[in-house]
């Protein structure tokens, strides 16, 4: 299962707009609290929606008949047997895959796991693993942090490792964090050396563990969660266990069908073509489970694209190393997403044999389908243009002996990382390695993986001889080296960030995470490059574009630019673009497209509703319902939010607000207060009693909730910042002036800190400092409005 924490929400675009007339103006503790009030909260969160059928490319009528292809009836889940008949090659490589053993139930057979009376203790708590008669059952700390038994109710993958799923009542299923170890034959912990207890987030009985909604989906077919809001509870189902044929085919009724028949139904009776030229109709297909993504809704619809049933991420610097090869556990959608390959055309399967999960040739016979002495692919549908003739299994290629260590191309250009303990995952992005760049930039790389210490000099400065004969091409900036200048504040940031914005080769997926880094760089220009990806062709870029224009732009300004999303063919689009338009709406600002809007921001509440196990959903709603004027329906979805998820501080501090603003503050101070004894190291809770006390006209008091919030959580530049402008409010202009001179270290590109730095040095007549500042801000971005 993947790790998620519990992080901060972000105020909404609209609660303090970055206005292109802004000037250096000095920024006081009532800006902040203005900026934190409203409707401050507005989580995007990870939750999921279905859609409804539609091919992603255009059918094609059969060229002997004049009439279109018979369009089917909406197509139902089938007995996964009933494929067996027709399609035995293909179920034969499906038996005893990683996709059909993905989920079984608990049996003698399918438990790998010693369960014969074994202790494992981590993490200080202990587990006790036992059999009675043919059930399975574990003794550990349930969400109480006392020790209690419960079944296993099925086993969760084969290898190399096993989780067990585990049934706490009201339909739940809870990941446990122990785990077997196939390999080893061992009991390991999937957090082992975090501190994972009953009390953290990641423990096994906590929400970021529930099955039902983290992974269930990608080990079953024809799954849907089947959440209850009223009762609290699940009752979930799935058409069959592991990932079966219809999983990633669809709904096989109309294919049954049409075998019948033989008649013109689309792809067969199928809603989708997996063989469909256009090789992104199978790439969003696997997608779907190998991906780091968050739903949209319960389950998905085959045929649609990927984000009108999920919300892919983007390539943050939480996510990926800076050139893109991977960082946490992502799957290998996105690093695909970045590669040649992926440009000329190459689809999972050219590679994978889909219903064995095996590579379809041993060794590096995969890739010699294309990197071969002939110089041309035997691939069919793949772009060849540009390929060397070369002997790629060669030493001289290699720089290894055959059948040694870097012999292999996976060993250099598709290095990994181990996941969940023991799991190791290949980056797909098929990166060239380079040892000196990646010391430049603090990348991983595949050669200094293996030669660290004196070995990786000597391997470093052998890589550049090997290279030094090479004539140096002019090439454009790349996309690394440019992403590092710009996430480090240097000089010539925003010149970089702009001119990769206008390279027309980019992948998708580096524009769209270069889109949500244009805020840190304001400017006409940079307002312009959005503007122009809202029109790009790949639904991602447009929801980056829609995010960062509207952290460029207040409501009214940026009604006439995103309505046009309102009507967009991808749901993700759509809904972004309602939601950042509902300041606009609520003030009739949108005039002819208030129509669109209304059924935009219809569809956001849907995929909220359909997520109201997760507590972002309920904060989610609660603060769409406020903006709206239901004011009657918001605390109770606040106080849901905290029934599904207590440890969800972001849904805690929207609820203090509240009480706080409809005059209830001694109500809030005490819900702040009690959370804080219980949970004393929340830097969010710190960080909001202290505003909290300021608006109570407290600062002095306010002052160690705040410093204790900043020394929680430093890389959080907020903290720091809210507590430079509180102490600069008060008067200690040094000490102000102290924590944004460390903060501009560390993050050099924070325009706030930068500015309000620059108007504490001027108030204080210490003008050379300033100038410095100015300057280098000025080598940073140019065209910053602010510097007009």
Known sequence: ????????????????????????????????????AGI?????????????????????????????????????????QQCQGCHSEQVKDWQGSHHQLAMQPATAETTLGDFNNVTFKAENETTKFTRKGDEFWVNAPGIDGKNADFKVAYTFGIAPLQQYLIEVGQGRLQALGVAWDTEKNRWFHLYAGQGVNFKNPLHWSKPS??????????????????????????????????????????????????????DDLIHKGFDVDLKDKNATVEIETCARCHSRRAPLGDGFTVGKRLMDDY???????????????????????????????????????????????????????????????????????????????????????TRHAMGQPGSQCVDCHMPGKFYMGNDFRHDHSFSIPNPERAQKLGTPDACLTCHQGKAGDKVTAQFKLWNASASPAQQAPRYDESLWLIRN????????????????????????????????????????????????????????????????????????????????????VRIVAARDLLGAARNNGLGAAQASWNAAIAEYEAVQKSLLERAEANLNLAMLYQASGRSAEVEPLLRSALQRDP????????????????????????????????????????????LSLIRAGQSADAMSYLRKAAQLEPENAQYGYVLAVALHESGKVDEACAILESLLKVQPANRNARLSLIQYYLDSGQEPKAQVLLQGWKKMNMGDPALK
Not at 67 to 72: E, I, L, N, R
Not at 365 to 389: E, P
Request: charged share 20%.
């Open 1 to 36: 299962m993947p790790k998620h924490k519990n992080k901060a929400v972000q105020p909404e675009p609209d609660a303090s707009p970055s206005s292109f007339s802004r000037y250096l103006f000095p920024i006081t503790i009532g800006v902040l609290l203005a900026a934190v």
């Open 40 to 80: 401050g909260w507005f989580l995007f969160s990870p939750a999921p929606a279905p859609v409804k059928p539609a091919a992603i490319s255009t059918p094609v009528a059969p060229a002997a008949k004049p009439q279109p292809p018979v369009a089917s009836k909406p197509a139902s889940m089938v007995d996964e």
């Open 209 to 262: 563990q529930n099955a039902n909604f983290m992974c269930v989906e990608c080990h079953t077919t024809g799954f849907k969660r089947n959440f209850d809001a009223a009762s609290n509870s699940f009752n979930s189902q799935w058409n069959s266990l592991g990932v079966g044929c219809q999983a990633c085919h669809g709904p096989a009724s109309n294919h049954l069908e049409w075998t019948q028949k033989k």
């Open 311 to 397: 919300l892919p991420s983007a390539l943050t610097r939480e996510l990926y190393a800076l050139d893109g090869k991977i960082k946490d556990e992502v799957f290998e959608h996105g690093s695909f997403l970045q590669s040649k390959m992926f440009d000329k055309g190459v689809r999972c399967s050219n590679c994978h044999n889909p219903h064995s999960n095996e590579l379809k040739a041993p060794g590096n016979a995969v890739c010699l389908q294309c990197h071969n002495t002939a110089g041309k692919t035997s691939v069919a549908g793949v772009d060849g243009k540009g390929l060397q003739a070369k002997n790629y299994d060669s030493i001289e290629h």
């Open 489 to 572: 504040g240097q000089p010539g940031a925003a010149d970089a960030l702009y001119q990769q914005l206008q390279r027309s080769n980019l992948p998708p997926i580096q524009r769209a995470t270069l889109l949500a880094e244009l805020p840190l760089y304001p400017s006409e220009q940079a307002l312009k490059l959005a503007t122009q990806d809202l029109k790009h062709p790949e639904p991602q870029v447009r929801d980056s574009a829609v995010r960062a224009i509207s952290a460029f732009l207040p409501p009214p300004e940026r009604a006439p630019l995103l309505a046009p999303l309102l009507n967009d063919p991808v749901k993700a």
């Open 647 to 690: 440890d969800f501080y972001p849904a805690l501090v929207t609820l203090a607000q509240w009480l706080e603003a409809n005059g209830r503050a001694t109500e809030a101070q005490k819900l702040l207060d009690d959370s804080l004894k219980q949970h004393p190291d929340a830097a969010l809770l710190q960080h909001t009693r202290g």
